[in-house]
């Protein structure tokens, strides 16, 4: 992916020459203006020249495998552009460096001259490289630049049901098995097993969702092929909600908390993807005998699956084997031609659509790769058999058999811009959730995003995370109440080659405690051992990203690679238990992303104002009480989060922030600082510890904030008044957190004023006293998709009036300790698929008119009085009120 390399150098490049404008503005010594005038023109000329030759990669690379002259040509413009950008990342630094008096500037700016002329000469190796490109081009294969418009990025394809084509009746069996004879008092034992790609956690997972009501506890994970018995349990006791604190208990101790909860309740567990039969045998005391339980485990391994034979458990086996033709056909249609009404595959396609599924043979995820693949491609069977045309290439190789050769050919078509965002995804650890927004800030940062028309970072990166789920590349795990992908998983069989892909290629590695591990040329280490002895290794000047998955790390260890890795861009320490940052860390002029989130660091030193370069730096929920001075100087910084470790009451507790932080005027996000008189006419995004008397600032400083997206305000307890009537919300907010009492002579007035928020779509309020008469100011949200009132509701009854919030999706009211009717007329609420009351002690009736509700999903009642709860239970001609 050489391509993608390219692309993110070329960025590099432009920014650079963004600066020779104000450069040559500055007073320059004569040798330094005349070294510097030679070095821009040697920039300009090697962009160029790279757009060129990235160009000609798009069209060649996928050939690498195949012709080894193309394969040679391709890893020395990989190493070269490495190179240059080592060239791009220290010319930069070197022109902002701008500490020091005068005399000291001067003297730094003679030594310069000498390592511009150096990097000049670096930068003419590209012509070099661009001779030994046209004496090797592959004929028929140099220039012409793909044109074809590639943006279903643009939108998002819901996961459907059609990946249970062909394993209808195993989903029918397996539902038969686990709940048939649901009162026998056994253990019961199924497993589904079959190859990687064939679809045994979406059977699995489907009937999983259908079954678990008929369970008390239900419980869902994943074990992956490396796993220790102690964590093992702990994700088991995590899955089966019990909230004992677990974090220090040894296998004994976690076997008896396991143990005790379940006994008496009929539960179920899915193991998923189990790689040993040791996983089962030693963790299967653990749970209770004499009780009903259903245990369903997925594997690769037949071995696996027999684990299910002993006497005293029945034997439960399915065998996932591979589409035949009819289910294959079926399978690829859903997918490739899922916009069509009918999904039928046009007749001047059918052949090559039968060559297509030829080479998947029968596996349902390489179907669902190719289909994708196609589904963004013309229907033309021109273009369909230029992609048929690549597989063929590969195939006559070898290289990769099987499905993989299907998902390389996935790979290798994706536009170059998502290339490096999905091999980042790789290397995160096997089966981990990855959260939506981690990963877009490390996708910036790290340059692999460009700005397009009309669309902020963040759109763009989270449309590429978008296409890669679209793509069969990346599973969602979870999404929100809006649709929007919270957090995404990959598919082992899809990560063991990318892994292989980013490995050879330079872009990444995994540390899992080798004693003989080599970084090379890589850039980014992804650290997932707790021995990180080895790594003291000096001389990676080359690493630009440093990642931590282990709690226990020792950061001292890393300290040596810190030091000599001056061109860092990305350290993320999320989850590690580290008190304070070694020293290192402070000269990292290139590091854009500092992560602390979860860690336990206590305190950041003055010197963090020499990250002059930060953009994002993450330190919610940790042991800061409090932000140093130096952290106003950090003038790139675009977001900041910052909060304390627990929560007093229903609010986080802020960290408190230094005065300057008002002149960081690029800030996007502001999170959960503590407010004071000082800061609260920074940008905010979430404010906590508000104060009445900071409100009237509060409310100057966010109408000046005309691009606000999200906001949330927390008062410093919920018995503080925060009198908000001045507040004129800006129009491009969609999300509102409001978390204290508001001034109940002028609530009205303060929600009537909300009328011009047609973009809000998420309100929250706590503690807000509302009542009948001031509920129904909040009917001017049309918009709305999602309210939460938590312990915002005090009057006795509450009514939804006709064609009031026709779009929401989600009603939650939590702590209406005074509520005993709902009233609902006909025509309110007509999108509603999800209404909660929780706490609502005198709510003695089920709401009326609920049967208007056409679209409602789920109705839960938690914490009512018991007469509402056997008024439920009645049949429905019996029930009354």
């Given at each position: 992916?050489?391509e993608?390399?390219?692309?993110?150098?070329?960025?590099?490049?432009?920014?650079?020459?963004?600066?020779?404008?104000?450069?040559?503005?500055?007073?320059?010594?004569?040798?330094?203006?005349?070294?510097?005038?030679?070095?821009?023109?040697?920039?300009?000329?090697?962009?160029?020249?790279?757009?060129?030759?990235?160009?000609?990669?798009?069209?060649?690379?996928?050939?690498?495998?195949?012709?080894?002259?193309?394969?040679?040509?391709?890893?020395?413009i990989?190493?070269?552009?490495?190179?240059?950008?080592?060239?791009?990342?220290?010319?930069?630094?070197?022109?902002?460096?701008?500490?020091g008096?005068?005399?000291?500037?001067?003297?730094?700016?003679?030594?310069?001259?000498?390592?511009?002329?150096?990097?000049?000469?670096?930068?003419?190796?590209?012509?070099?490289?661009?001779?030994?490109?046209?004496r090797?081009?592959?004929?028929?294969y140099?220039?012409?630049?793909?044109?074809?418009d590639?943006?279903?990025?643009?939108?998002?394809a819901?996961?459907?049901?059609?990946?249970?084509?062909?394993?209808?009746?195993?989903?029918?069996?397996?539902?038969?098995?686990?709940?048939?004879?649901?009162?026998?008092?056994?253990h019961?034992?199924?497993?589904?097993?079959?190859?990687?790609?064939?679809g045994?956690?979406?059977?699995?997972?489907?009937?999983?969702?259908?079954?678990?009501?008929d369970f008390?506890?239900?419980?869902?994970?994943?074990?992956?092929?490396?796993?220790?018995?102690?964590?093992l349990?702990?994700?088991?006791?995590?899955?089966?909600?019990?909230?004992?604190?677990?974090?220090?208990?040894?296998?004994?101790?976690?076997?008896?908390?396991?143990?005790?909860?379940?006994?008496?309740?009929?539960?179920?567990?899915?193991?998923?993807?189990?790689?040993?039969?040791?996983?089962?045998?030693?963790?299967?005391?653990?749970?209770?005998?004499?009780?009903?339980?259903?245990?369903?485990?997925?594997s690769?391994?037949?071995?696996?699956?027999?684990?299910?034979?002993?006497?005293?458990?029945?034997?439960?086996?399915?065998?996932?084997?591979?589409?035949?033709?009819?289910?294959?056909?079926?399978?690829?249609c859903?997918?490739?031609?899922?916009n069509?009404?009918d999904?039928?595959?046009?007749?001047?396609?059918?052949?090559?659509?039968?060559?297509?599924?030829?080479?998947?043979?029968?596996?349902?995820?390489?179907?669902?790769?190719?289909?994708?693949?196609l589904?963004?491609?013309?229907?033309?069977?021109?273009?369909?058999?230029?992609?048929?045309?690549?597989?063929?290439?590969?195939?006559?190789?070898?290289?990769?058999?099987?499905?993989?050769?299907?998902?390389?050919?996935?790979?290798?078509?994706?536009?170059?811009?998502?290339?490096?965002?999905?091999?980042?995804?790789?290397?995160?650890?096997?089966d981990?959730?990855?959260?939506?927004?981690?990963l877009?800030?490390?996708?910036?940062?790290?340059?692999?995003?460009?700005?397009?028309?009309?669309?902020?970072?963040?759109?763009?990166?989270?449309?590429?995370?978008?296409?890669?789920?679209?793509?069969?590349?990346?599973?969602v795990?979870e999404?929100?109440?809006f649709?929007?992908?919270?957090?995404?998983?990959?598919?082992?069989?899809?990560?063991?080659?990318?892994l292989?892909k980013?490995?050879?290629?330079?872009?990444?590695?995994?540390?899992e405690?080798?004693?003989?591990?080599?970084m090379?040329?890589?850039?980014?280490?992804?650290?997932?051992s707790?021995?990180?002895?080895?790594?003291?290794?000096?001389?990676?000047?080359?690493?630009?990203?440093?990642h931590?998955?282990?709690?226990?790390?020792?950061?001292?260890?890393?300290?040596?690679?810190?030091?000599?890795?001056?061109?860092?861009?990305?350290?993320?320490?999320?989850?590690?238990?580290?008190?304070?940052?070694?020293?290192?860390?402070?000269?990292?002029?290139?590091?854009?992303?500092?992560?602390?989130r979860?860690?336990?660091?206590?305190?950041?030193?003055?010197?963090v104002?020499?990250?002059?370069?930060?953009?994002?730096l993450?330190?919610?929920?940790?042991?800061?009480?409090?932000?140093?001075?130096g952290?106003?100087?950090?003038?790139?910084?675009?977001?900041?989060?910052?909060?304390?470790?627990?929560?007093?009451?229903?609010?986080?507790?802020?960290t408190?922030?230094?005065?300057?932080?008002?002149?960081?005027?690029?800030l996007?996000?502001?999170?959960?600082?503590?407010?004071?008189?000082?800061?609260?006419?920074?940008?905010?995004?979430?404010?906590?510890?508000?104060?009445?008397?900071?409100?009237?600032?509060?409310c100057?400083?966010?109408?000046?904030?005309?691009?606000?997206?999200?906001l949330?305000?927390?008062?410093?307890?919920?018995?503080?008044?925060?009198?908000?009537?001045?507040?004129?919300?800006p129009?491009?907010?969609?999300?509102?957190?409001?978390?204290?009492?508001?001034?109940?002579?002028?609530?009205?007035?303060?929600?009537?004023?909300?009328?011009?928020?047609?973009?809000?779509t998420?309100?929250i309020?706590?503690?807000?006293?509302?009542?009948e008469?001031?509920?129904?100011?909040?009917?001017?949200?049309?918009?709305?998709?999602?309210?939460?009132?938590?312990?915002?509701?005090?009057?006795?009854?509450?009514?939804?009036?006709?064609?009031?919030f026709?779009?929401?999706?989600?009603?939650?009211?939590?702590?209406?300790?005074?509520l005993?009717?709902?009233?609902?007329?006909?025509?309110?609420l007509?999108?509603?698929?999800?209404?909660?009351?929780?706490?609502?002690?005198?709510?003695?009736?089920?709401?009326?008119?609920?049967?208007?509700?056409?679209?409602?999903?789920?109705?839960l009642?938690?914490?009512t009085?018991?007469?509402?709860?056997?008024?439920?239970?009645?049949?429905?001609?019996?029930?009354?009120?």
């Open positions: 992916m050489a993608a390399v390219l692309g993110v150098l070329i960025g590099k490049i432009g920014a650079a020459l963004a600066n020779e404008a104000a450069t040559y503005g500055a007073s320059l010594v004569c040798r330094e203006a005349s070294s510097l005038k030679g070095l821009f023109g040697e920039i300009r000329k090697a962009e160029g020249e790279l757009e060129i030759m990235k160009a000609y990669l798009h069209d060649t690379e996928k050939f690498k495998d195949i012709n080894e002259t193309t394969g040679i040509f391709v890893k020395k990989r190493d070269l552009a490495f190179r240059i950008e080592d060239v791009v990342d220290e010319f930069t630094y070197k022109l902002e460096d701008k500490h008096g005068f005399a000291a500037k001067m003297k730094k700016r003679i030594k310069r001259v000498k390592i511009w002329h150096r990097l000049a000469l670096e930068l003419r190796s590209i012509e070099e490289a661009a001779k030994r490109r046209d090797y081009a592959l004929p028929g140099i220039g012409g630049i793909d044109h074809h590639r943006s279903p990025h643009q939108t998002m819901f996961v459907r049901e059609e990946d249970l084509v062909g394993i209808e009746d195993k989903a029918k069996k397996l539902k038969r098995w686990l709940v048939g004879y649901v009162e026998e008092r056994k019961k034992v199924i497993t589904v097993w079959g190859m990687g790609g064939v045994k956690t979406t059977l699995v997972d489907h009937v999983y969702k259908i079954v678990k009501e008390d506890v239900a419980a869902w994970v994943t074990v992956s092929k490396n796993y220790h018995v102690e964590d349990l702990k994700k088991i006791a995590t899955g089966l909600g019990i909230t004992d604190d677990t974090s220090s208990m040894e296998k004994r101790s976690l076997g008896e908390v396991i143990c005790n909860h379940l006994k008496g309740k009929r539960y179920i567990l899915v193991l998923d993807d189990v790689w040993e039969k040791d996983v089962w045998i030693s963790i299967m005391n653990v749970f209770p005998a004499n009780y009903i339980s259903r245990f369903v485990l997925t690769r391994y037949k071995e696996v699956a027999s684990l299910a034979s002993s006497s005293e458990i029945r034997k439960a086996e399915g065998e996932l084997e591979l589409l035949e033709e009819r289910n294959s056909w079926n399978l690829f859903n997918v490739a031609f899922r069509n009404d999904e039928r595959c046009p007749t001047e396609l059918q052949d090559l659509a039968a060559k297509f599924l030829g080479k998947c043979e029968g596996l349902p995820l390489a179907i669902a790769c190719i289909g994708n693949l589904f963004f491609k013309p229907p033309a069977p021109s273009e369909w058999k230029k992609v048929y045309d690549e597989l063929e290439l590969q195939s006559t190789k070898h290289v990769i058999p099987g499905a993989d050769m299907i998902l390389k050919i996935s790979l290798e078509d994706l536009p170059y811009e998502l290339k490096n965002c999905f091999l980042h995804c790789a290397l995160f650890p096997e981990s959730e990855m959260n939506r927004r981690r877009i800030r490390h996708w910036i940062t790290a340059g692999f995003i460009k700005e397009k028309a009309n669309k902020m970072l963040e759109e763009v990166a989270e449309g590429y995370l978008n296409d890669l789920v679209n793509r069969s590349l990346l599973q795990v999404r929100n109440e649709g929007r992908v919270k957090s995404c998983r990959m598919h082992d069989v899809i990560r063991s080659l990318a292989e980013a490995e050879n290629e330079g872009f990444g590695r995994i540390y405690g080798s004693t003989t591990f080599s090379d040329v890589t850039r980014r280490l992804f650290i997932q707790r021995n990180i002895a080895p790594l003291t290794q000096s001389g990676v000047r080359h690493l630009r990203a440093i931590a998955f282990q709690s226990s790390i020792d950061i001292d260890l890393l300290r040596p690679m810190l030091a000599s890795s001056i061109l860092l861009s990305t350290l993320d320490l999320q989850g590690t238990q580290i008190k304070m940052l070694p020293d290192e860390v402070f000269s990292l002029f290139n590091l854009r992303f500092l992560g602390l979860y860690s336990r660091i206590e305190v950041l030193p003055e010197a104002g020499r990250l002059v370069n930060l953009e994002v993450d330190a919610f929920n940790t042991g800061l009480l409090s932000l140093p001075k952290v106003a100087k950090l003038k790139k910084l675009r977001f900041l989060y910052a909060t304390q470790q627990g929560r007093i009451g229903q609010v986080w507790s802020g408190e922030v230094p005065r300057g932080i008002r002149n960081l005027t690029g996007h996000a502001l999170q959960c600082v503590k407010a004071s008189s000082d800061n609260v006419m920074s940008l905010l995004c979430w404010i906590s510890s508000v104060k009445s008397e900071h409100c009237l600032n509060l100057s400083a966010i109408m000046n904030m005309s691009q606000l997206v999200h949330s305000i927390a008062a410093t307890n919920e018995n503080e008044v925060l009198p908000l009537e001045a507040l004129r919300l129009a491009t907010l969609s999300k509102l957190e409001l978390v204290g009492q508001l001034e109940k002579k002028r609530m009205d007035q303060t929600l009537s004023s909300w009328s011009h928020l047609t973009s809000l998420q309100l309020l706590g503690f807000s006293k509302l009542d008469g001031s509920f129904s100011s909040l009917v001017v949200l049309h918009g709305l998709r999602h309210l939460d009132l938590t312990e915002a509701y005090d009057g006795i009854k509450l009514c939804f009036l006709v064609q009031s026709p779009r929401l999706r989600h009603l939650g009211i939590w702590g209406a300790r005074r005993k009717h709902v009233e609902i007329e006909e025509g309110a007509g999108s509603l698929a999800e209404l909660w009351f929780q706490k609502c002690p005198e709510l003695k009736c089920v709401p009326r008119g609920i049967e208007n509700l056409a679209s409602l999903e789920e109705l009642l938690e914490d009085t018991e007469e509402l709860t056997e008024k439920l239970c009645q049949k429905p001609e019996t029930r009354n009120g």
